[in-house]
């Protein structure tokens, strides 16, 4: 089972930035995709980004220009830099890993960080 936990959340004015991090318990070399979701009250989950292991990156268009997910393997890290903040980025930002080649269906969360974009 791997363990994901998401870190770098926080209060910030609208135009700031934040880094979130998601740090895993066991390389994520072998995840086909990790991503970041949000989820703000009375609202779905949505995707924010995503980057596959082949390197593609894909972004939902109201962060597109804003955000930019990277991964680092070697320190097992996935990040998201958020800038030029705006208050309906506020939500719970979880972090997601799914599918590796010998285990397809694999899919880990982690327990979310809160982003709070004021006014």
């Known amino acids: 089972q791997v363990q994901l936990v998401e870190s770098g959340g926080g209060l910030v004015q609208a135009g700031g930035s934040l880094r979130l991090s998601c740090l895993a318990s066991?390389?994520?070399?072998?995840?086909?995709?990790m991503g970041w979701y949000r989820q703000a009250p009375g609202k779905q989950r949505e995707l924010v980004a995503r980057?596959?292991?082949?390197?593609?990156?894909g972004y939902v268009e109201s962060v597109k220009g804003r955000f930019t997910i990277s991964r680092d393997n070697a320190k097992r890290t996935v990040y998201l830099q958020m800038s030029s903040l705006k208050p309906e980025d506020t939500a719970v930002y979880y972090c997601?890993?799914?599918?590796?080649?010998?285990?397809?269906?694999?899919?880990?969360w982690g327990q979310g960080t809160q982003v709070t974009v004021s006014t």
């Open positions: 997601n890993a799914r599918g590796t080649p010998l285990r397809p269906a694999d899919d880990y």
């Open positions: 066991e390389s994520i070399f072998s995840f086909e995709v």
């Open positions: 980057i596959f292991r082949g390197g593609n990156i």
